[in-house]
């Protein structure tokens, strides 16, 4: 392990919520990063407590002391708190740490201008990544030197699949489409599952049949490397009950409700990044021509 990007590193995770734990529980419990070397901060003296006792690693309410000796400090507060969180870190940060944002909104700049420090990465990943099945779309300023990235691809690889992106605006449209997608996969489980139960199944018998289908059909698409129009088209015979299922949804707008869906996520994305910008959201309009 003497060569992992991540070895002997020390991690701060500020604002350890839910997203920040399951991304320092990712690294500690696959070795990459030791539990002696982390410490996370919480304004709730109860979650330090649960976070100490689950994993093992030093806690405080103080965002600058947990920052002060770590090499990379993850901010994973919620966006209407990054304001007081920066204010506290301002200044203090030296010029080789790396400041790794998974706040949905918080752009380069707002983080690099509310810190003075310009080595930030910022980064959209999703909550499979609590089980190693995430996705994390991330971008680096020109600051993040190449051992720097390789730390970050090695954090992200280590909560499932990453994607490095060269224009930041990508992130905020990854924020829309794989950051809150889960939301719309869910949505739909629990329709199907309802519909299910609507035709007689117990509910515990028709969560398994959608789930299992669910994550079927997705590896199927994966490992086919078909296009998922050319697979659907493989089970819906002329005139049979797929072809039938489709008109209803068809009819019903699905695609257009799920695209004005995405795109209502991702103009919130950008209303979020003028704010805590220190702009008007109104000065700027982002709407589909």
Not at 109 to 130: F, I, K
Not at 197 to 204: D, E, N, T
Request: aromatic share 4%; proline share 3%.
């Amino acid at each position: 392990m003497s060569d992992h990007p991540l070895h002997e590193t020390r991690l701060a995770v500020i604002g350890a919520g839910v997203m920040g734990e399951a991304m320092m529980a990712g690294l500690v419990d696959r070795d990459l990063i030791d539990a002696a070397r982390v410490t996370c901060s919480h304004p709730r003296a109860e979650r330090r407590d649960a976070l100490a006792s689950a994993h093992r690693v030093a806690v405080t309410a103080d965002n600058a002391a947990a920052a002060q000796d770590a090499d990379i400090v993850l901010l994973a507060v919620k966006p209407q708190m990054l304001a007081g969180v920066m204010t506290g870190l301002r200044g203090s940060l030296r010029a080789e740490q790396l400041v790794i944002s998974v706040i949905a909104g918080a752009s380069t700049r707002a983080l690099g201008e509310g810190l003075q420090h310009p080595a930030v990465v910022r980064s959209m990943p999703n909550t499979p990544a609590q089980i190693g099945q995430g996705v994390t779309v991330w971008y680096a300023t020109e600051s993040v030197d190449a051992r720097a990235r390789e730390q970050v691809r090695a954090m992200f690889g280590a909560l499932g699949r990453e994607f490095e992106v060269h224009d930041e605006r990508q992130v905020a449209m990854a924020t829309a489409v794989s950051g809150t997608g889960p939301t719309y996969i869910f949505l739909f489980i629990e329709a199907l599952t309802d519909a299910a139960v609507h035709l007689g199944f117990p509910r515990h018998v028709a969560r398994e049949l959608v789930l299992d289908t669910m994550s079927g059909s997705a590896d199927f698409a994966l490992q086919s490397g078909k296009h998922v129009a050319e697979l659907r088209d493989m089970v819906t015979s002329p005139g049979g009950t797929s072809a039938e299922a489709l008109y209803e949804l068809e009819k019903g707008r699905l695609r257009t409700v799920v695209s004005d869906a995405v795109w209502a996520a991702f103009e919130r994305t950008l209303q979020l990044e003028a704010r805590l910008e220190g702009q008007d959201p109104g000065t700027e309009q982002h709407r589909r021509r």
